[in-house]
DNA sequence: CAGTTTATTGTAATTAAACTACATAGGTCT
DNA sequence: AGACCTATGTAGTTTAATTACAATAAACTG
C-alpha cells in the first residue's frame, strides 16, 4: 500500500507531536524526501527522535528507509490518495485519476495473470488452423484488435459483431480450430453458449474474462486479470485495456515462437502500407 | 527518466569500476536501495567514494538521493531496464515486458497530454449534434471502441471502417458535427483527406495522433500523448492503448459536463443489459 | 485533590553513514 | 621511457541517524 495513504489511515492513532510530523509530510511529502531528520523535525516544530518514531509507527526501519517507501509512493504519480473520479474533478483531475487507474489495473493485471496459461495459449495459437475472435457489446472492439494483430501473421482469422455468424461458425468449427473469446463479466448467455458450441465441436477455446464466471467454466483456457475495481461510469474501462494487452502479449508470444524468418514477413506487410503514407520529411 | 534506463543508457561511459557498480544496481535495484554505500561497495568490490562518484556522475546529489530515485523508479514497477521482447524471451519475460512497457508510455502519455485540449474536445463533444469516429487499420478498433461508449450517451454517433463511406459522411456534416480521427503516425494520406473534407464541410475535427503529424495539422482540435518509443514487432501496441484511455478520458469528461441527471440515465443502460446475464450467484 | 503511574517528548551521547581531500596505481601519449 | 592524466582507493572529517535516558505532561487511583 502506498504509504501516504498508510499515513492518512493511521493518523487518529498518532500522538500530537506525531501527527504534527504527519501533516508536514502529507503537505508536501516532495519537501520530505530531500530534507534530513533535523530539517524535518524543525520544520514539524518536533525533536529528531519523535520524527523517527513517526517513522517506525509505519513499520520502515528508520527515517532513511521510510523516505524510501515515500519515494516509492510519490513516483506512481499518485498524489490521489482516493482514485475515483468524483463530481467535483476538473479536467486535470479526472484526466489523472483515469491514466493512474489504468495504469494500476494494468499493474494488478500483470501480477494476477498466470504465465503457464499464457504459454499454453501461445502453443495452441500458434498450431491454429483457423482463430476466431469474439465478444459482445464493448468486448466487440476488443475482439476486432485481436483481429487486426493476428490477421497480420498470415494465419485465417475471423470475427463477427453478429451473434448469429459466431454462433454458424461455432458449428461449423472443428479440431484445431481456436475461438477466443472476449468478456468482462464472463456472465453475458450468449457468449457462453458460443463457448459449449464450439467446444462441443471439438474447437478448442480461449477466454479472455473472469475467474470462476460461467463463461470460465466453458474454456479449455482461461485467462483472467485480476482487476480491483473499475473506474468505470458503468461501463467497464480499465480491465478492456488490460485485455488488449494481453492480446499484445498473445501476439507477442506467438511471432517469437514463430521465429526470425516469420518477423522478416511482418516487416513486409508494415512496408507495404507505405505507399499510402505520408512522408516523414512532411 | 527512469534511472535506471539512465544508467543502461550512459554505461558505456562509465570507468571500470563504476561501471562494476552500475552492473551490480541493475542485477538487483532491490538490494541497492536496501543497502549503505559501504555493503554497495563491498559487493561491487570498489570503493566507497567510487559509489559515490558513480552516484553524482548520474546528476544525483549523492548516494541517498541516488537511491531516492532508484526507488521511484523501481516503484513503476519497471525491473526492466531494457524494455523490448528479445528473442530469447520466455513467456514471463515477454509477458511483463509488455505490461510494463505500456504503463511506462500511459505514464508518458499522461504527462505530455495537453489538459487544455482535453477540456475544449469535451465542450466540442457535449454540444456535438453527430460524432463520427474513424480509424484506419489498427485505429479501426479504437473507433469502434470509441463508437460504444460514447452510443450509450444517447448521442447520435457512428463509424465506418469503409474509407469510402467515412468520405462520403464528411462529404455531408455540416456545423454542429464532430469527427474524431485516430491514428498512431498522423501520417496516413486517407486520414487526412477525410479531415480536410470535414473540416471544408463545417465539421470540427478532433484529432487523436502524434504531434506535427500532417493529420495533426489538419485539426481543430489535437490530442497527441506523446508514447516515447512503441514496443511494437512492427505494429503499434502501446499507442493505441494510451488512444483507448484517452477516450475513456473523453467520455468520462462527457458524462461530468452533463451531470447526475445524465448519470441515471446510464445506469439505466446498464441495468437493461441484466436479463442477458448470467446471475452472480451461478 | 495529592500521589503515583504511564505515556509522550526532548536532550545529549553514541554510532553509523556519507563525503572530502589526498595519495597512489594504472594507463596513455609523446 | 618518462611525464601526464585518469581512475581508484585510503584515511580522515563531517553530517546524519539512532539510542539511552531524563523530564515533562497527562491520566488514573486512593
Do not use: W
Amino acid at each position: 500500500m502506498n504509504i501516504l495513504e498508510k499515513i492518512n489511515l493511521q493518523i487518529t492513532t498518532f500522538s500530537k507531536s506525531e501527527r504534527k510530523v504527519a501533516e508536514v509530510i502529507i503537505d508536501n511529502p516532495e519537501q520530505a524526501i530531500h530534507s534530513s531528520i533535523a530539517t524535518l523535525a524543525k520544520i514539524a516544530d518536533v525533536s529528531e527522535p519523535t520524527v523517527n518514531r513517526f517513522c517506525r509507527r509505519l513499520d520502515t526501519k528508520g527515517f532513511p528507509d521510510f523516505k524510501l517507501h515515500l519515494a516509492q509512493g510519490l513516483a506512481n504519480g499518485t498524489p490521489y490518495v482516493n482514485r475515483h473520479v468524483d463530481e467535483s474533478d476538473g479536467p486535470e483531475e479526472y484526466t489523472a485519476k483515469i491514466f493512474e487507474s489504468t495504469m494500476a489495473s494494468l499493474n494488478s493485471a500483470r501480477k494476477s495473470i498466470d504465465i503457464s496459461q499464457v504459454n499454453r495459449a501461445v502453443d495452441i495459437l500458434t498450431q491454429a488452423k483457423k482463430i476466431s475472435f469474439f465478444g459482445l457489446g464493448a468486448s466487440a472492439s476488443v475482439a476486432q484488435d485481436a483481429l487486426n494483430k493476428f490477421f497480420r501473421f498470415n494465419v485465417p482469422v475471423n470475427c463477427f459483431e453478429d451473434i448469429v455468424m459466431q454462433r454458424m461458425n461455432c458449428m461449423n468449427s472443428s479440431e484445431g480450430d481456436v475461438v477466443m473469446l472476449f468478456s468482462h463479466t464472463g456472465r453475458t448467455k450468449q457468449l457462453v453458449e458460443i463457448a459449449e458450441i464450439a467446444r462441443q465441436n471439438d474447437a478448442t477455446v480461449i477466454g479472455v474474462t473472469s475467474k470462476d464466471s460461467p463463461l470460465a467454466k466453458e474454456c479449455n483456457i482461461c485467462l483472467s486479470p485480476d482487476v480491483p475495481e473499475d473506474t468505470d461510469l458503468y461501463m467497464p474501462m480499465a480491465s478492456r485495456i488490460a485485455q488488449l494487452v494481453i492480446i499484445d502479449v498473445l501476439a507477442t508470444g506467438f511471432t517469437l515462437r514463430r521465429g526470425p524468418k516469420f518477423r522478416d514477413n511482418l516487416k513486409k506487410v508494415k512496408d507495404s502500407l507505405r505507399p499510402s503514407r505520408f512522408d516523414k520529411r512532411d
